[in-house]
């Protein structure tokens, strides 16, 4: 089998304004407290975060002392 690929689309993450197009940045950032890698999308106009992964909740467990890889999602039946 072989892939296409991805073809762009006019669709915007999260909300736009009522007649404009959201104008998006991707940041990849790492954290400081714990090594992993933060991407962020962040709206060009008002420098808001869109959405980041992993969450700030998902960092601030990951710093914790009972942490282990796996805790916040558990795929065990």
């Known amino acids: 089998m072989i892939a ?9 993450v999260g909300p736009a ?9 991707l940041v990849i950032e790492e954290d400081e407290a714990t090594g ?3 991407y ?6 008002t420098g808001e975060v869109v959405q ?7 960092l601030k467990a990951m710093t914790s002392d009972d ?4 805790m916040v999602v558990d795929t065990r039946d």
């Open 40 to 45: 962020k999308t962040l709206d060009r106009r």
């Open 17 to 25: 304004r009522q007649g404009q197009t959201a104008d998006l940045r």
């Open 67 to 70: 942490y282990n890889p796996g």
């Open 4 to 12: 296409r690929p991805v073809e762009p689309t006019a669709e915007t």
């Open 52 to 58: 980041q992964l992993p969450r700030e909740s998902v």
């Open 36 to 38: 992993a890698f933060v």
